[in-house]
């Protein structure tokens, strides 16, 4: 099994800034894609950004020129860097990691346990 481990998240002013954390632990072969969701009270999670072992990022149109993603594939850890944060970020943010775990043949996407992004003055 894998586990995977939320910080980072709290209360912020419009215009600030947070970074998420996210490491992932267990009996892991490989993590193929990463990515960061949200869901806001209400309403269906929501794919943030999403990045590939290689590197290569893909963002929400909502979030483009102020997130980055980014991961330390030695440590299994994916970042999401949120800059000048809107209310409308206001959310649970959870990220997710296709691994292959020992033993299976196949990956599965596994979830982290969410953590809450807050942006009010």
């Known amino acids: 099994q894998v586990q995977l481990v939320e910080s980072g998240g709290g209360l912020v002013q419009p215009g600030g800034s947070l970074r998420l954390s996210c490491a992932a632990s267990?009996?892991?072969?490989?993590?193929?894609?990463m990515a960061w969701y949200l869901q806001a009270p209400g309403k269906q999670r929501e794919l943030v950004a999403v990045i590939t072992s290689g590197g290569s990022t893909n963002y929400a149109d909502s979030v483009k020129g102020r997130f980055t993603i980014s991961r330390d594939n030695a440590k299994n850890t994916v970042y999401l860097q949120m800059n000048n944060l809107k209310p409308e970020d206001t959310a649970v943010y959870y990220c997710q990691a296709n691994t292959l775990v020992a033993g299976r043949r196949y990956a599965d996407n596994y979830w982290g346990q969410g953590t809450q992004v807050t942006v009010s003055s």
């Open positions: 267990g009996s892991i072969v490989r993590i193929n894609v």
